[in-house]
């Protein structure tokens, strides 16, 4: 069992910079791959960027490759996602998630535990 919190979130500016950060109580965390994914009212939630257990791998959206950076830190408990040159349409709310296994999952229906979202905004 995991449990997730996200934070970090809010108002941004477009061109502006904000770092998202997901705490993680429970056992193991090393052992889990760990996702972000966003969702705005009507559409899909879509993967934003997943990182492997060791961190050695990591996926990125084509839409915010070279803009963010997903990194994690097993010893505490935590996995980040820093957001640079911020665009409008990065508007969402933005999901943690884990899965207990090796590898990469992109895919949302493969995640077992999710956080509550963090909401950000981004103006231009």
């Known amino acids: 069992q995991l449990q997730l919190v996200e934070s970090g979130g809010g108002l941004g500016q477009a061109g502006g910079s904000l770092r998202l950060s997901c705490s993680a109580s429970?056992?193991?965390?090393?052992?889990?791959?760990m996702g972000w994914f966003r969702q705005v009212p009507g559409k899909e939630r879509d993967v934003v960027a997943a990182?492997?257990?060791?961190?050695?791998?990591?996926y990125y959206a084509d839409s915010v490759k070279g803009r963010f950076t997903i990194s994690r830190d097993n010893a505490e408990n935590a996995v980040y996602l820093q957001m640079n040159s911020l665009k409008p349409e990065d508007t969402a709310g933005y999901y943690c998630?884990?899965?207990?296994?090796?590898?990469?999952?992109?895919?949302?229906?493969?995640?077992?535990?999710w956080g509550q979202g963090t909401q950000v905004t981004v103006s231009s």
């Open positions: 998630a884990a899965r207990q296994t090796l590898g990469i999952i992109t895919q949302k229906e493969r995640y077992d535990y």
């Open positions: 429970g056992r193991n965390f090393s052992s889990y791959v």
């Open positions: 990182i492997a257990w060791s961190g050695g791998s990591t």
